[in-house]
């Protein structure tokens, strides 16, 4: 069971607008930045959001991040077909001394 | 631009030491304001991080509970390299093993290398 809570799944219409949670505790989310990672299947994941609303160069402006308390969101507006992956946010865990994980959600586009 | 290169074996036997290299290329595995990590991914545990070696003056190593007891992650300077060594192996160890690098937070990582736990 991973550290960080996400929904398993998720999904939009072309050009819709959806939102993935990610809850934590007091001792990652909390206390630390939330970062998001774009991962297709057979390949690594990939930086999306860093620092809980920063996007790495070359990351479209349709995503962004927000941080509120023990919680973190990603939203991606515009959904393209391009945009179908799963998605994983991460967190520094101060009483764990590691990194730690959400579960995961597929995001789908149909 | 940073690259990591990750090598090793791609099947391990039950009880034995999984070993895995990561070669850095585009910074020094002895950088001041980085940390060195390995992270594993399979379906049953979803992304796991292991371990992470970094320098600040000396080596530092941190780690998982969940693989403390068996896991040890140490830095090569003349390779500019960083290993992990997963000794014990079950089963369950099997797994999509990365490297990766952390600059604050996790921003480079390894192609990946599925390692099989199995006799």
């Known amino acids: 069971q991973s550290v960080l809570t996400q929904p398993p799944s998720a999904s939009g219409t072309p050009g819709q607008r959806v939102t993935i949670s990610c809850s934590g505790s007091?001792?990652?989310?909390?206390?630390?930045?939330a970062n998001w990672y774009q991962q297709v299947p057979g390949t690594a994941p990939k930086l999306l959001m860093y620092n809980n609303n920063q996007r790495p160069s070359g990351v479209p402006d349709r995503f962004s991040g927000s941080k509120s308390g023990t919680s973190a969101s990603l939203a991606i507006s515009g959904l393209q077909s391009e945009d179908e992956a799963d998605y994983y946010c991460?967190?520094?865990?101060?009483?764990?001394?590691?990194?730690?994980f959400g579960g995961g959600t597929k995001l789908t586009v149909l | 631009q940073v690259q990591l290169q990750q090598s090793g074996p791609g099947l391990v036997k039950p009880s034995q030491t999984l070993s895995l290299t990561c070669s850095i290329s585009g910074d020094s595995v002895s950088s001041h304001s980085v940390a060195w990590n390995w992270i594993r991914q399979s379906p049953s545990r979803g992304l796991e991080w292991l371990g992470r070696t970094f320098y600040r003056s000396r080596w530092y190593n941190d780690y998982a509970g969940s693989v403390k007891s068996r896991v040890t992650i140490n830095a090569d300077t003349s390779k500019n390299q960083f290993s992990l060594q997963l000794k014990s192996v079950t089963p369950e160890d099997t797994a999509i093993y990365y490297c990766a690098r952390t600059f604050g937070y996790i921003d480079y990582w390894g192609q990946g290398a599925l390692v099989t736990v199995s006799s």
């Open positions: 991460a967190s520094w865990d101060g009483s764990l001394n590691g990194w730690v």
């Open positions: 007091s001792s990652s989310i909390g206390s630390n930045s």
